[in-house]
């Protein structure tokens, strides 16, 4: 006759086999929390470049080496690195005076235009990724690295990823990296020490009057195209128009402290070509479209275009869909609307965006 176990024994047998897969899977969930920590230090986890297949200058022997890492400039540039429908912005640096030439590496996520000033001579090489460009130094000490021939980007210097990515460039050059530097939003930064330039607390980038500036016709309307953004040079429309003016251009200035940059494509290296933007992107688009009445106010929040325009602005940086009118008679405008957008014509029919499937 077959023995039966006791029911304690069988609990207790239970028990003890919870309790070990309990303990096993909370020993592989501690031995993952590092990994998961490291994965979550910052935005960026550059990946050990592929050296068999990197070809960059070879820095002198008494150049120091300096990393710069960051994500977009504080500046929204008026030139476009990356088509029509792509925002570029724009940082500085600023070289120091001092003994011994610099060569530097940027890596950088997006679009954006490094323009170089100061003691720009002691820059002896400048390496960045071929959708970048550099403006104020020798196209012939420009070199723009294959993909995975420098360290994707990093935000934060003191992030485990920043000191990877220090420590791929120094196996790609064989040489130890002197200097390293990274922000989410570059401004001005002072090469090689790093000290950071932050805009003028005190300075409307945006909505001010510059005592100088370029003319420029912009859809029917005059604007005073200036290094610290645009500004209309005719009355402002009250009620609905002037409150969403002021809402595009609170946003503005808090993304782009900077303003807008005053940069001329031919003065920029890039390895594609740069063209001025027709319409600027995002905000800084729409906001000059409806300074010029080519974009007005309509019901529930709609905004309704009036007459022709090159194209809508494209890559808005709070993430709202928009939905516009096209009023009788106005040509549906090129290109493809912003993803979140729709173009309706007065029927309430749609002509474009994620609405017409």
Request: one cysteine or more; a negative charge; aromatic letters at 4%.
């Amino acid at each position: 006759m077959a023995s039966r176990i006791p029911a304690t024994e069988t609990t207790g047998g239970v028990a003890k086999l919870l309790a070990r897969r309990i303990a096993a899977v909370l020993t592989a969930w501690l031995c993952l929390i590092p990994a998961i920590a490291l994965a979550q230090d910052d935005t960026f986890l550059p990946d050990a470049p592929d050296t068999a297949a990197c070809t960059l200058p070879t820095p002198s022997e008494f150049a120091r080496i300096v990393l710069v890492g960051g994500g977009v400039g504080a500046t929204l540039s008026n030139v476009a690195l990356a088509g029509p429908d792509g925002t570029t912005t724009m940082a500085t640096l600023d070289i120091e005076p001092g003994d011994g030439g610099l060569y530097l590496v940027a890596t950088t996520p997006g679009s954006i235009v490094w323009t170089l000033t100061g003691a720009v001579e002691r820059v002896h090489e400048f390496i960045l990724p071929e959708g970048a460009g550099v403006a104020g130094l020798d196209p012939a000490r420009v070199t723009f690295a294959a993909p995975g021939c420098i360290p994707p980007p990093f935000a934060d210097s003191a992030a485990p990823s920043a000191q990877r990515a220090k420590q791929a460039l120094s196996d790609v050059l064989n040489r130890p990296v002197d200097h390293i530097f990274a922000g989410a939003s570059i401004g001005t930064v002072r090469l090689p020490s790093g000290t950071v330039e932050l805009p003028e607390a005190q300075e409307d980038r945006w909505g001010h009057l510059a005592a100088e500036g370029q003319g420029v016709a912009q859809e029917g309307g005059n604007f005073r195209m200036i290094v610290n953004g645009p500004t209309h040079m005719g009355a402002v429309q009250p009620g609905d128009a002037e409150k969403l003016e002021q809402q595009l251009l609170n946003r503005l200035q808090a993304v782009y402290p900077g303003g807008i940059a005053r940069l001329n494509a031919r003065d920029i290296t890039t390895a594609a070509p740069a063209e001025a933007y027709d319409i600027l992107p995002g905000e800084a688009g729409l906001l000059l479209l409806l300074h010029s009445g080519a974009i007005v106010p309509g019901p529930d929040g709609q905004l309704v275009i009036t007459r022709p325009i090159a194209r809508l602005p494209y890559g808005f940086r709070d993430g709202r869909g928009r939905r516009y009118l096209l009023q009788i008679d106005v040509p549906l405008p090129p290109g493809l609307p912003d993803p979140a957008a729709v173009i309706l014509d007065r029927f309430g029919r749609c002509l474009a965006g994620a609405e017409c499937n």
